[in-house]
């Protein structure tokens, strides 16, 4: 079973996904370590170093790469993994699921704000500005996002996200 976990940044997908993997009993891959692992380099410095679209482009193949080349997995992508080429089609067309885990707002920044420094595309925004930047992004981005599967409630506990998805998949 293939299945890859969507959703805005600090929705929850690494630490749901280990969870969700754990309990299937199949390998999870968090696909920005996995780029990281592969470059060896953080996305920090990929992003610094070579920009966005340069990373866009290597983040597609890595997608693509882990899809193809594993019969079951649980994937976590990038918040914006899914809007960029034909990333949403790929995820659709080599998942059997494709899960958006969906987050209010407040409850997004409230998660991003603690951890701004390992966010290349928010760590320079003040924290005033968060639920804006938050806001307009998620807009552009919710098009894909709902294109998943199943969509999932992200603001509970790890454990009890895991058990809705277990749901929808079994």
Same mark, same amino acid.
């Given at each position: ?26 390998? *999870? #891959?968090? #696909? ?5 692992? =592969? ?7 990929? *992003? ?6 340069? *990373? ?11 899809? =193809? ?12 993994? /899914?809007?960029?080429? %034909? %990333?949403? =089609? ?11 885990? =969906? ?14 420094? %390992? ?11 968060? /639920? ?5 992004? #998620? *807009? ?17 506990? /790890? ?10 998949? #079994?």
């Amino acid at each position: 079973m293939k299945v890859v976990l969507l959703g805005y940044m600090a929705s929850g997908k690494s630490t749901v996904g280990r969870l969700l993997a754990s309990e299937l009993g199949i390998p *999870f #891959l968090d #696909l920005d370590s996995y780029i990281e692992e =592969q470059e060896k380099k953080s996305i920090k410095t990929i *992003f610094s170093e070579k920009g966005e679209i340069h *990373f866009r482009k290597l983040e597609h193949q890595m997608l693509a790469k882990i899809l =193809q080349e594993n019969a079951s997995v649980v994937l976590s992508t990038g918040g914006g993994t /899914p809007c960029y080429g %034909n %990333n949403m =089609q790929t995820i659709l067309e080599e998942a059997d699921h494709a899960i958006y885990l =969906q987050m209010a707002i407040p409850d997004l920044v409230e998660r991003i704000a603690r951890e701004k420094e %390992n966010r290349p595309l928010v760590k320079d925004i003040p924290d005033a500005d968060l /639920p804006e930047f938050v806001g307009k992004h #998620l *807009f552009e981005r919710i098009p894909y996002y709902s294109q998943a599967h199943h969509m999932i409630n992200g603001k509970g506990k /790890p454990e009890a996200v895991v058990d809705e998805i277990k749901k929808v998949l #079994l």
